[in-house]
């Protein structure tokens, strides 16, 4: 299902929430997504300009968040440096890199795509 | 304890997602600052949350403790403003410290290290004599 976020992160994070937790996520994981989603989300609200929407689905073995909006990262190193200890701005993205087992960012004029995947651990 | 309510200002946002108030406390004659806050931090109340932490800081206190037990969320921009804070204390020979998180403000607490950075103890008390 597709959820249009403009203001309020609450309910993206609801969403994703009970998505994991369908999808049987560990506690630590759920969290972990959460907050990761979050903060993709919130990149949204404070850059893009835009509504944004994101998309959430899960099979066996891992649960997938796309969000998606029309603002543009211009970096393409967005998120692989960790700011130093005593930033006070630019941990979201990396973040977001710590938490997902796979990241994936496409930005163009168009707009910019953010995959999260979180593997489910197998029995 | 002298438990002296300075200034309750509340703080809250439309859909009333951040609750936060502050009280002047002592401890063995030390004085406090207590900021407790409950609900969720994120960017859409950062603004408040900030402000809200830059007047507290202003007071020059020689010690704020930020009980955040309630709060269920915390992103980067709201511990942002908390390092904020934990700097312009620093500069002002000032402490804060943070009081039991929740796991989820724990995590971003834990991955970012900012919990070697401030301190973080288990209850009001300990924080006022730590």
Known sequence: ???????????????VEAHARAARLPEAKV???????SEVAANTLRHAGSPGTLDIWHDDREIICVLHDKGFISDPMAGHQRPGPEATQGH?????????????????????TIRLHMGIPQP | MNDHTQRPSVVQTGVDLLTASVTARESAGEPYTLVTLSGEADVTNNDQLRDLLDAEVAKQPSHLIVEMSGLRFMD???????????????R??????????????????????ADRLVPVYDTVEEAAAG
């Open chain 1, 31 to 37: 969290i972990d997504l959460v907050l990761a989603v």
């Open chain 2, 92 to 113: 002002q020979g000032g402490v804060l410290s943070l009081v039991s998180p929740q796991e989820a403000v724990a995590r971003m607490l834990h991955l970012t290290a």
């Open chain 2, 76 to 90: 980067s921009s709201a511990l942002h403003a908390l390092l904020r804070a934990n700097r312009a204390l620093d």
């Open chain 1, 1 to 15: 299902m597709t959820l249009t976020y403009t203001t309020d992160l609450s309910p993206v994070r609801a969403l």
């Open chain 1, 92 to 112: 979201g993205l990396w973040l977001v890199r710590q938490l997902c087992d796979l990241v994936e960012i496409r930005s163009d004029e168009t707009g910019t």
